[in-house]
């Protein structure tokens, strides 16, 4: 596939049908992780023009900031710390409407107001996390969780 992505408009449930297959021919074929998880950030942040878009990844029992897109990040977080932390402690996804009430919250921008972090699982082990910030409160849903689940799913990691 040629390395252009056609940004769907419609429902957001629209938009993710649209994504979902081109991500799939992004990522086909390459076998290496950190291309495939820059593209995916990418195409995240290009379709959905959320404030940050990537991956952190278990490294040495932290997680450790990947390919992403957006303004500069943490480069370390602690298990349970933060919502990051915290979906990799449960191996669960975490919808935070806002970032402030959230217990033990990393501002690593203050300008973040809502968040989604959605665990990878290999083997029942949580391997990284996608996460995904915006400036306006309450952006994602379980419309984001089921898709961008469907999404972590389609990495070979």
């Given at each position: 596939m040629a390395e252009d992505l056609i940004i769907a408009t419609g429902s957001k449930a629209e938009q993710y049908q649209s994504l979902i297959p081109q991500i799939q021919a992004l990522i086909e074929g390459e076998l290496d992780l950190i291309a495939n998880l820059a593209n995916i950030a990418a195409a995240l942040k290009e379709q959905f023009g959320w404030f940050w878009a990537g991956f952190y990844i278990?490294?040495?029992?932290?997680?450790?900031?990947?390919?992403f897109q957006g303004p500069v990040a943490c480069t370390r977080i602690?298990?349970?710390?933060?919502?990051?932390?915290?979906?990799?402690?449960k191996a669960q996804t975490i919808i935070v409407?806002?970032?402030?009430?959230?217990?033990?919250?990393?501002?690593?921008?203050?300008?973040?107001?809502?968040?989604?972090?959605?665990?990878?699982?290999?083997?029942?082990?949580?391997?990284?996390?996608?996460?995904?910030?915006?400036?306006?409160?309450?952006?994602?849903?379980?419309?984001?969780?089921?898709?961008?689940?469907?999404?972590?799913?389609?990495?070979?990691?």
């Open positions: 278990v490294k040495e029992n932290e997680l450790v900031v990947g390919p602690r298990k349970g710390r933060g919502v990051c932390g915290a979906s990799w402690e409407p806002d970032v402030e009430k959230f217990p033990g919250h990393i501002a690593c921008s203050s300008l973040s107001r809502s968040e989604i972090v959605v665990p990878v699982i290999r083997n029942n082990e949580v391997v990284g996390v996608l996460d995904a910030d915006s400036e306006a409160y309450n952006r994602f849903d379980t419309t984001d969780q089921h898709y961008l689940e469907k999404i972590v799913e389609l990495i070979q990691w």
